[in-house]
């Protein structure tokens, strides 16, 4: 009786001991395969940039953005529509459209297909240097003024001080640019020819 119970423990100890290395296995394979796994994931994984290189931090809230953030993202449109030569033209009007509201998106397509066509046309290139901007925080307009240059083949053709406006929409938890005109020092943001614009319509409507 003894033998045998000694026999039966033994043969227990012994299912208990294959179970464990079985089960240790499992766990090591387990363990290898989450590895290989999350290596794949690390290799493969994309991260979302912004598209200027952000220079200080910014905040967004509801339906508004920090001054900040309007800067940064006014001087990198800027830098798109201005600094061009006819072999960057397509490219960076395709970067800037990219982040075009929608409402806006066939006007300044328009727009930068003239801007292009005239580059390629004349040979041209400009270049756009920021001397300071100013903010209407509230309307989501920044304006930039600076010196513009322009050359056509390899002869500068004009330089003249200018201020380009760049508006902005905040759709859907994302900044969208919905306005890109030239302005002036003295009406910076373009109200004065914005209100005359108004105002036409009006008159064109009643006269009718």
Known sequence: MKFSKFTAERDNQRNEILF??????GL??????????SLTVA??????????????SFWVSGQKVSVEYLKEMAYWYAGL??????????FQKDQFLKYTAPSD?????????????FIRKNNAS???STQAMTVDESAMKVALSGVLQTWVSDKKAAE????????FRYLN????????????????????????????????????
Do not use: C, W
């Open 173 to 208: 938890g994302r900044l969208h640019v919905s306005e890109f005109k030239e302005t002036s020092d003295q009406d910076p943001f373009g109200a004065a020819s914005a209100a005359t614009n108004a105002q036409a319509a009006v008159t064109g409507t009643v006269s009718r």
């Open 105 to 117: 998106y066939g006007r300044l397509q328009a727009e930068f297909g003239a801007r292009g066509d």
């Open 20 to 25: 464990m290395r079985i089960a240790l296995a």
């Open 81 to 90: 529509a201005l600094n061009i030569t006819p072999h960057v033209a397509d």
């Open 43 to 56: 290799g493969s994984e994309r991260t979302i940039l912004v598209p200027p290189e952000i220079h200080q």
């Open 160 to 167: 003249k001080q200018t201020t380009y406006v760049v508006g």
């Open 28 to 37: 090591v394979l387990a363990l290898l395969a989450n590895a290989g796994a």
């Open 126 to 128: 400009t270049q756009f």
